[in-house]
């Protein structure tokens, strides 16, 4: 009985927990610090295993592109984008895959989609990377191929506008002179057809050939409508010349631009002579192919 007495009046008299002690503040911001760094390291680590999963994606994507499986290709590019969106090269394969299976004038909706999607992709680069020569002349060749079919003037503009930004970036490179050209030409020569339609079909009697003179009637609005595109062109191709002085393919553009220029003189000799311009340069084209087909082939 006394033991209890003596232990009660014990548990009465042993001082209450009190409330934990608190750890000074250094120690708080050193336990802070010390979990934000794990956390900064656990996110480190998804990040690489995502961009190396990334480019083992890309990787894979590469060799299903260049095999011609741009399905498979496509998937893995878009992988990689998603898991890595500055992986770069990924993007630019996946716009290129998709561009690669745009078939120029088709009509399906398929079809359409590929050139869009392509089209959409690579102004996604440029929105990153507004220099990137890759996405500039991607865009700038398949904003060229669905101009055709059917003929759309305005994305004629746009695809030109990109080859005046790589020219801008690159003034050195001959080839978007050329494609700046090869617009022109298009645009101007289309005009020149309508224009010589429009013609025969109001002088039944008095029809014009393709190779004739272009008519006095029309002359004056083939001048309004083209004459800048047409001196563009001849411009962009001498520039190309002076850069690459055997570039074949310029030359014969030049030849053809010279031709619509001669449909706009009224002068008979400014037009043989316009024309015999267009006709030597003809003679150089093949001189430098013959050339070229005589030369070794590497490997031979």
Same mark, same amino acid.
């Given at each position: ?46 990040? %690489? ?11 894979? %994507? ?236 590497? %490997?031979?």
């Amino acid at each position: 009985m006394t033991y209890a007495v003596i232990s009660a009046s014990s548990a009465r008299l042993a001082p209450k927990p009190g409330p934990a002690p608190r750890r000074s503040a250094p120690a708080r911001c050193a336990q802070g610090a010390s979990a934000f760094a794990a956390l900064l390291l656990l996110v480190a680590g998804v990040s %690489g295993c995502s961009k190396l999963q990334a480019r083992d994606l890309l990787n894979k %994507g590469v060799g299903n592109y260049k095999n011609g499986l741009y399905d498979a290709a496509i998937d893995d590019f878009q992988k990689a984008k998603e898991l890595d969106p500055g992986l770069m090269n990924a993007r630019v394969y996946l716009a290129t895959a998709y561009a690669s299976q745009y078939i120029p004038g088709a009509p399906s909706d398929q079809n359409v989609r590929l050139g869009n999607a392509a089209v959409n992709e690579f102004k996604e680069i440029l929105q990153i990377d507004p220099n990137n020569l890759s996405a500039i002349d991607g865009i700038g060749s398949i904003l060229f191929q669905m101009s055709s079919t059917p003929y759309d003037p305005k994305k004629f503009d746009e695809s030109k506008s990109y080859h005046q930004k790589h020219i801008e970036l690159k003034p050195n490179d001959p080839e978007p002179y050329y494609w700046i050209a090869a617009i022109d030409w298009i645009v101007a020569q289309r005009i020149n057809l309508e224009l010589r339609a429009a013609y025969n079909k109001d002088h039944i009697a008095k029809q014009v050939r393709d190779t004739d003179p272009m008519p006095s009637a029309v002359r004056a609005d083939y001048v309004a409508k083209s004459s800048a595109m047409v001196e563009e062109g001849i411009t962009a191709l001498q520039k190309a010349l002076q850069i690459r002085p055997d570039y074949d393919d310029a030359m014969a553009y030049l030849n053809l631009l010279y031709r619509r220029k001669a449909d706009m003189v009224e002068s008979a000799e400014e037009r043989a002579s316009l024309q015999k311009q267009a006709d030597d340069l003809i003679d150089k084209v093949k001189e430098i192919k013959q050339k070229r087909a005589e030369q070794p082939q590497p %490997g031979s």
